[in-house]
């Protein structure tokens, strides 16, 4: 099963700024997402990251907010732009290495602090 | 729409066997799985369902009937480490996740 790294585990950052996100697997894989966990909650899919093209969003979520990028397809990156303390979550890099009965695999999670 | 329905919490001891039910709508139905969570950490995949039935991995089961739109996931033999969040999860072209049940095992 494939093994996800994610970076940074977790970051403290000022409001108006943006955070970048990386997520590597370990082997080539189909489809790659982003989600977003509050503490204590469900996890909400952000946007699906595609190889060579654009993500696809979810309701709720934007590209000027959340650019997304997977230049190939072991890799992805989340940037959260102009944060608030309203973006301050757990962000989850997660992947499926096949079509048919494969389950999601996720990272560790970034958590991130907006203050 | 899609909606995922799960108890918010459930609390069992030692040894004793808990059934966690998982209701859901959703257009595109591929399968139903779930995932546990501890305090701190990833979500990791425990079962998968696509057709009706009972799948058995160790001690825990899951089971799905497709018609009624409903599963669940029955964990034997309750330990201590048991103690987290369980989350159904329905798959079709993307992942949505319920709101997750979280698990106290008592001593």
């Known amino acids: 099963s494939a093994v996800i790294s994610q970076k940074p585990s977790r970051d403290i950052c000022q409001r108006g700024t943006s955070l970048t996100i990386q997520c590597q697997v370990d082997?080539?894989?189909?489809?790659m997402f982003w989600y977003r966990q509050q503490p204590g909650q469900s996890l909400t899919l952000i946007a699906t990251?595609?190889?060579?093209?654009?993500?696809?969003?979810e309701s709720g979520f934007v590209i000027d907010k959340f650019p997304i990028s997977r230049p190939n397809l072991t890799f992805s990156t989340l940037t959260v732009s102009n944060m608030s303390p309203e973006d301050s979550s757990i962000y989850l890099c997660s992947a499926r290495d096949r079509e048919g009965n494969s389950p999601l695999h996720f990272g560790n999670g970034t958590r991130l602090t907006v203050t | 729409g899609q909606s995922l329905e799960q108890p918010s919490e459930v609390t069992a001891v030692e040894g004793a066997i808990v059934q966690i039910n998982c209701t859901y709508q959703t257009s595109g139905f591929y399968g139903l799985s779930w995932y546990q969570q501890h305090d701190g950490g990833a979500p990791t995949f425990l079962s998968y369902?696509?057709?009706?039935g009972l799948e058995e991995t160790g001690r825990f089961s899951s089971f799905l009937s497709r018609s009624d739109s409903y599963g669940y996931l029955l964990l034997q033999e309750l330990q201590m480490k048991d103690s987290a969040s369980y989350f159904c999860a329905v798959r079709g072209f993307k992942t949505i996740f319920g709101a997750g049940t979280r698990l106290f095992v008592k001593a």
């Open positions: 369902n696509a057709l009706d």
């Open positions: 082997s080539q894989v189909t489809m």
């Open positions: 990251a595609n190889q060579g093209s654009e993500a696809t969003y």
